[in-house]
């Protein structure tokens, strides 16, 4: 009897007692596919959130080990990190602005033309960004013709996505003083018909109609800002770095100007960030000049896990295929003569970049073609040994080139692998700019344009994704790069320069934040860093090809924070 009750009594003690204390989170993801992206891309099924980081991933048993006040069954969909951007323009629309962007025909675009010359009446400036050729049905440019007839009493200038090249209307050529006999200007080209008469589009002078439209004050586009911030987290984007920001708002004696602007600088993203939640932000700063940014006391790196400085740049050094006017180092096919245009001398280009390397900037200058990037490159490589060890981060500077559209001869290649010089490349530049590219390059040329798997698996070089606006959309360029494939769904001979999907998901996610330092806070979904990342509505490792393009980002989370869940019926 006395074992009996023994028995009985232990029995009872151990249903008093908690089968297990279950440790504290904010917020449990479980049932889900979890890529990790960590360095053997291992997936998990739960994620444990805990003051904005990742405090555990793993399995099923982690929703027992833990109590949270908010939990959600993904229901197998997919968990990952959130996309970094390393290159981004953020724009807002101004009260004379249209969204040519958004038109799927030139009559569309003029149906804008009109109604925006009603609201504002004669001779007020219509300006806009975004058209593309491609999109429009009628598949040609603009020119002043299709302007003149929606609104002939209104100076009009249209900037081209990709913003290397403008078209404007009659009104607008007679006030920026073009007519068929005024030159070229530096660094551009003015187009012109058959008869000789400009036919609206510059390339590359965008300012020369710009300078003449009454400018915008930071103040009215605040808000559009904003708005455009947040869009960046419906598309998954949790980090970027932003390609258009200057210091011009600093004191006049710490590097600023006396009138800054309506441009976002350093101190306006810091603003938007206190006030609401938009994606952390690195900042390429415009070069100023020396004597500006040797009177600014900070440099790269400075700031925090919500605004950060980056590289100087994007400082363009030729210009683009949305021109075109990208500089070769062979004839454009069908042009002979004609390489497009650098900007810079060699001795220009080496004063900025050795002047930014003795203040411990980072660099990421914008060069597209062949003979830009070979000039970059040889710029950077001078700089590096002359000023050895002198940055704050000692010698991992981690300088890059932006967009690397056409792939350099082998030396410059070397070059960039000894020197350990990083790429921030935008594969949906093939998707979008594909007929641009057939136009205008050789066949070698074509096949290894935006090269990802060239430089990453036969010389080494460290890679990471962005889009600069060509579109902002993760899906296209992880569609590109891993296809090779244009709207139309033909490779055209890419392949070879194609990746796997894990390969161009850690380049959009993982390795952006290499280029800013922050590969210990984000970029992978692992104890420690940052609970910035993405629902996914399909899985992204095993659906179609075609598929990529349309998957739909379900929830964003920064730092552990909902910013953005999809609507779907009946919400």
């Known amino acids: 009897m006395k074992l009996k009750h023994n028995w009985l009594a ?3 003690l151990a249903a008093a007692l908690p089968v297990a204390a279950q440790e504290k989170a904010d917020l449990v993801l479980y049932h889900g596919k979890v890529l990790t992206v960590d360095t053997t891309f291992s997936i998990k099924s739960t994620l444990v959130v805990k003051d904005g980081r990742i405090l555990a991933v793993g399995g099923d048993e982690l929703v027992q080990r833990y109590t949270a006040a908010t939990k959600v069954d993904l229901g197998g969909r997919v968990l990952m990190p959130g996309f970094m951007d390393t290159h981004l323009h953020i724009t807002a629309l101004a009260r004379n602005d249209i969204q040519p962007d958004k038109a799927k025909s030139i009559a569309d675009i ?19 960004y975004g058209w593309d050729e491609a999109q429009l049905a009628e598949k040609r440019n603009l ?10 009493h209104n100076p009009v200038s249209l900037v081209r996505a990709g913003g290397h090249s403008s078209v404007g209307n009659s009104m607008a050529l007679k006030i920026a003083g073009i007519d068929r006999n005024t030159p070229d200007p530096e660094f551009g080209l003015i187009e012109h018909t058959a008869r000789g008469e400009p036919n609206g589009i510059i390339r590359e002078r965008n300012d020369l109609y710009w300078r003449h439209v009454p400018q915008a004050h930071y103040e009215d586009l605040r808000s559009g800002y904003i708005a455009s911030l947040k869009r960046l987290l419906a598309l998954g984007v949790t980090s970027f770095e932003s390609a258009t920001t200057t210091i011009d708002d600093e004191p006049v004696d710490q590097g600023g100007i006396a009138h800054p602007g309506s441009a976002l600088t350093f101190r306006r993203f810091q603003s938007i960030a206190a006030e609401t939640d938009i994606p952390r932000a690195t900042l390429y700063i415009f070069y100023p000049g020396a004597e500006r ?11 925090d896990e919500k605004v950060r400085l980056g590289p100087i740049g994007e400082n363009a050094v030729d210009g683009g295929f949305t ?5 070769t180092l062979v004839d454009y096919k069908g042009m002979p003569g004609f390489r497009g245009k650098g900007r810079y001398t060699d001795a220009e280009l080496q004063a900025m970049v050795d002047t930014a390397a003795s203040l411990g900037w980072q660099m990421g200058l914008h060069c597209i073609g062949d003979a830009a990037i070979q000039q970059t490159i040889i710029a950077y490589d001078k700089a590096l040994v002359k000023y050895p060890g002198t940055d704050h981060m000692g010698d991992n500077r981690r300088w890059f ?3 690397f559209t056409i792939m350099p001869p082998d030396a410059t290649m070397a070059m960039m692998a000894k020197d350990r010089i990083l790429i921030a490349q935008q594969p949906n530049f093939g998707y979008n700019l594909e007929a641009r590219y057939n136009q205008t390059m050789d066949e070698w040329r074509v096949t290894h344009n935006n090269s990802v798997a060239t430089p990453v698996k036969k010389f080494g070089i460290f890679m990471a994704f962005g889009s600069d606006n060509l579109p902002v959309d993760p ?12 709207p139309d769904g033909v490779q055209h001979g890419y392949a070879e320069e194609s990746v796997s999907r894990p390969e161009a998901i850690r380049m959009y996610t993982a390795n952006g934040p290499y280029l800013s330092w922050e590969e210990n806070i984000k970029g992978t979904l692992e104890p420690g860093k940052l609970a910035d990342m ?25 730092g552990g924070k909902l910013v953005y869940e999809r609507k779907t019926r009946g919400q």
């Open 10 to 12: 232990a029995i009872a």
């Open 110 to 128: 003029q149906r804008m033309l009109r109604s925006k010359a009603k609201e504002l009446g004669p001779g007020e400036w219509i300006t806009g």
């Open 143 to 152: 020119t002043r013709d299709d302007l003149d007839v929606a609104a002939p």
């Open 293 to 303: 940014l040797k009177a600014y006391p900070h440099h790269s790196g400075y700031g």
């Open 323 to 327: 021109g075109p006017t990208a500089w």
């Open 401 to 403: 080139t932006d967009h």
């Open 475 to 486: 899906r296209v360029g992880l569609y590109f790069a891993t296809t090779r494939r244009g």
């Open 534 to 558: 993405i629902v996914l509505d399909e899985d992204i490792l095993t659906v179609p090809d075609e598929q990529l393009l349309t998957l739909r980002i379900d929830r964003t989370y920064l």
